[in-house]
Nanobody, 122 residues
Framework: QVQPVESGGELVQPGGSLRLSCAAS????????MAWFRQAPGKEREFVAS????????YYVDSVKGRFTISRDNARSTVYLQMNNLRPEDTAVYYC???????????????WGQGTLVTVSS
């Protein structure tokens, strides 16, 4: 079963930047819509950003618009999340997954990976 592998999370100060990576080999990556999700302590996993198979269209949750950028490299089967101007409320474990579009959101298609922890704190 395909399982994404996320990396790049670490402790960063408010206002700082990080770039997360997600390797998703083992699936037809280049034809898959990909998305980032996050789960903060004590909260449910939430959608953060998605990108179409060709990278032409991207979508973001309102709380990260203008600060986060999702991108992909189909040759490397990798999707990225550039996070700028980080805030303490961005603290969470970040996950990626291939998704399908369903009414009201996205449906994950693969098993969840381990995620990567982003901690925003001074």
């Amino acid at each position: 079963q395909v399982q994404p592998v996320e990396s790049g999370g670490e402790l960063v100060q408010p206002g700082g930047s990080l770039r997360l990576s997600c390797a998703a080999s083992g699936r037809t990556f280049s034809s898959s819509r990909m998305a980032w999700f996050r789960q903060a302590p004590g909260k449910e996993r939430e959608f953060v950003a998605s990108i179409t198979w060709n990278g032409y269209s991207t979508y973001y949750v309102d709380s990260v618009k203008g600060r986060f950028t999702i991108s992909r490299d189909n040759a490397r089967s990798t999707v990225y999340l550039q996070m700028n101007n980080l805030r303490p409320e961005d603290t969470a474990v970040y996950y990626c997954n291939a998704v399908s579009v369903v009414a009201g959101g996205y449906n994950p298609l693969d098993a969840w990976g381990q995620g990567t922890l982003v901690t925003v704190s001074s």
